[in-house]
């Protein structure tokens, strides 16, 4: 079976973050995620049902403080992989990698062993690194930004000659020194596993467009040209390297009967149980309590952050995000990966109320059309 990253649907879905405490919500709000095996068991099967084509893993190490600790509970982004994909059948399903934290040679090496257990639904993943705090826990060299970039090439360019070579070779990089090195069994996946990235500095954009087949964007949702432009510009860098990839973005969901009412419930866990020293301590972390920012830039940074780590704001009845997903797709969005305070109590509703409107309008094929 072809790997569902590259069906047909116009847009493609997927569900993200379920191995973290609190999910993608900095809240203290009744229901939020409280990430057990046997709830991210359920909700891995109830979506891959559904035809949605992805379960991504956040890579988390450390939490972010505040009352709520958030993402301070996580599963290990591989092993997780390996247990969702042996209870699943048609779901593409990541690994999130920090680079810097697991040498090439054995994240071949698990990476294959996952993409056999899972028939070919594998995928990486792959971050080049940002989050000190954890990296200190690892004793693990912290590199300046754009040497990290340089760190991940040479880490993606030795695992695809591990995945694709078949005889053993010598390898001499900046950062990598092997003899006789050898991996088997290969990927199931001709001639490798899918690879997804989120650079969004010049310097990531780049790295993207040459190694990933899917850019990770955080839409800077300034205007909806702009959002266009920024995703226009990460095509075009691929194109011009006689690549493609596709753009997905991550959207947090509030799903309700009325506008109103999802956007009540959208204050509730936001602003009233939001978990603002955890979203300040992020912002730290990123850079972006800088003084140089407007307040109500900031303020608008630290609502989307508390509402789903930054992501993209799906808001209203059923009618309403289809038509914004419509939007989404009009600027060249193929993908988007979801999450919710809730997750298997809001992904049925999504499942029962949002994904047959996908189809009315032509963004989904029935998902017993696609999957043969």
Known sequence: MENQLFNNNIMKLGVMAFNCS?????????????????DNAALAKMVDKSGMEVLLPVGRWKGYGGETNFNNSTFESFTWASGISAITENCTVFATVHAPLIHPVAAAKMAATIDHISNGRFAINLVAGWFKNEFEMFDNTWREHGQRYEYASEWIELVKRLWTEENEFDFHGDFFQGKDLWSQPKPVQKPRPPIMNAGSSSQGQLFSATHADMNFVMLRQKSEGSDKHQIQVLKTLATNLERRSQCWIHAYVVCRETEKEAKDYLHHYVIEKGDNTAVNNM????????????????DNFKFHFKAGHGGYPLIGTPEQIVADIQRLSKMGVNGILLSWVDYLKEAQQWIEQVIPLMEQVGLRQPFQLYSK
């Open 22 to 38: 609190h999910g993608s919500t900095v809240t203290t709000a009744d229901g939020v995620w409280p990430m057990t095996w046997s």
């Open 283 to 298: 912002l730290d972390i990123f850079g972006l309590q800088s003084k140089t920012l407007e307040p109500e830039v900031l």
